[in-house]
């Protein structure tokens, strides 16, 4: 069992889109991780039955039980978040202000505050459109331990593919180069960079680049959009060749990706033109490489 994963170094490059065409492409032989948990999108495009839903819970959280706190103020003296307010006469945890450190809990004297671990979100194993399935995951809003949640759902996906013998498991990073991208990373066969030919397109690949060079994985890019800047996309390709990463595809603007999305399919569902060969030629590429490794 192989593992692509999909990144960007930015938002709106078209990665969920494209990796949802060789989601469709890969059919019944892949499962499907979406590891884009902050801001999850791939649903809207496999649509996912939701049969099994997990909560999903991390990090630490204070709890003051009111009725051994004798109000000294000392877990407010040591708060330094801050998250520790009077509230009506009592002293009361913001949970969304608590950092989790455990600092106020050490100093009570009476032992009345706790650390417990919240419900941060939920993660999801669904049949999709396919005929086979997804792993995904939805953090809750304001939450922290996006990383540790991405995590959970590249190991229950990879779990999923060995049970069921499928040759991979294809990933929807997040974009950007945070700790979602690292955890994405970790333990992939080869890495799908996607950009475009903007002045951000060219300096967040560099970046996101960086990152993937720090676990020595081998790489690949597609440029979409190709032809709306062509100095860019010269620059792009200038920078694939000094650092060795193949050109795997340049696709053009194309207003059916947008048309595609609104009504939740793949470009290579939508449309059997250009867009539809190259994606389908570049998946076969991949594939032949990854089964080389």
Request: proline share 3%; charged share 25%; glycine share 8%.
């Amino acid at each position: 069992m192989k593992e692509i994963v999909v990144i960007s170094g930015k938002g709106g490059t078209g990665k969920t889109s494209i990796t949802a065409s060789f989601s469709i492409l890969g059919k019944e032989n892949i499962i499907v991780a979406d590891c884009d948990v902050d801001a999850a999108d791939m649903h809207i495009l496999m649509k996912p039955d939701y049969v099994n839903s997990q909560d999903f819970y991390s990090g630490k959280i204070a709890e003051i039980d009111q009725s051994k706190c004798i109000k000294c103020g000392k877990c407010q003296n040591v708060c330094r978040f801050d998250a520790i307010p009077i509230i009506e006469g009592e002293y009361v945890v913001q949970p969304i202000d608590c950092e989790g450190c455990g600092y106020c809990s050490l100093v009570c004297p009476r032992d009345a505050i706790t650390m417990y671990e919240p419900k941060v979100g939920q993660w999801y194993v669904s049949n999709i459109k396919t005929g086979t399935k997804m792993v995904h995951a939805k953090l809750g809003i304001g939450e922290d331990n996006s990383g540790k949640l991405v995590a959970k759902v590249k190991k229950e996906a990879k779990i999923l593919a060995e049970s069921e013998a499928k040759d991979f498991v294809i990933v929807d990073g997040s974009p950007g180069v945070g700790c979602p991208v690292v955890s994405s990373l970790s333990g992939a066969s080869f890495v799908i960079l996607v950009t475009e030919p903007s002045v951000s397109g060219v300096h967040d690949l560099k970046r996101v680049y960086e990152v993937v060079k720090k676990f020595g994985l081998t790489a690949g890019c597609i440029i979409n959009k190709a032809d709306i800047n062509s100095n860019k996309a010269t620059e792009i390709k200038e920078f694939l060749d000094e650092e060795g990463i193949e050109l795997l595809a340049e696709l053009p603007y194309d207003e059916n990706f947008t048309k595609a999305m609104t009504q939740g399919k793949s470009i290579v569902e939508f449309e059997d033109g250009k867009i539809k060969k190259i994606l389908e030629n570049t998946w076969e590429n991949i594939k032949t490489k990854v089964n080389k490794k």
